[in-house]
């Protein structure tokens, strides 16, 4: 059964750092692009960052460059994003999103996790 699981979701105050995960299972992932994205009450989900699981490159949304960083450990089969400098604008539900050949949109991905919540206070 293929999975991604999310965690490491919370609460933060504004100016924090947090980190998320996403633990894939259930297949090999190395041809595929892991992503994330996140969805705030009202709004559509929304790109944040992807990684190639081959070779590494990253791609980030605008909102989130130089503050989030994706990462993955190829020996866990997980990916991370670690996410610095946070604003309450950052609050959203999480989803960790795994395709091929993946890219900005959700529509490219067809493995979900489950999501995990992310709240920034001010």
């Known amino acids: 059964q293929v999975q991604l699981v999310e965690s490491g979701g919370g609460l933060v105050q504004a100016g924090g750092s947090l980190r998320v995960s996403c633990a894939a299972s259930?297949?090999?992932?190395?041809?595929?692009?892991m992503a994330w994205f996140r969805q705030a009450p009202g709004k559509e989900r929304e790109f944040v960052a992807r990684?190639?699981?081959?070779?590494?490159?990253?791609l980030y949304a605008d909102s989130v460059k130089g503050r989030f960083t994706i990462s993955r450990d190829n020996a866990k089969n997980t990916v991370y994003l670690e996410m610095n400098s946070l604003k309450p604008e950052d609050t959203a539900v999480y989803y960790c999103?795994?395709?091929?050949?993946?890219?900005?949109?959700?529509?490219?991905?067809?493995?979900w996790g489950q999501g995990t919540q992310v709240t920034v206070s001010v």
């Open positions: 999103a795994a395709g091929s050949p993946g890219g900005r949109y959700y529509w490219m991905y067809d493995i």
């Open positions: 259930g297949r090999t992932f190395s041809n595929y692009v």
């Open positions: 990684i190639r699981w081959s070779g590494g490159s990253t």
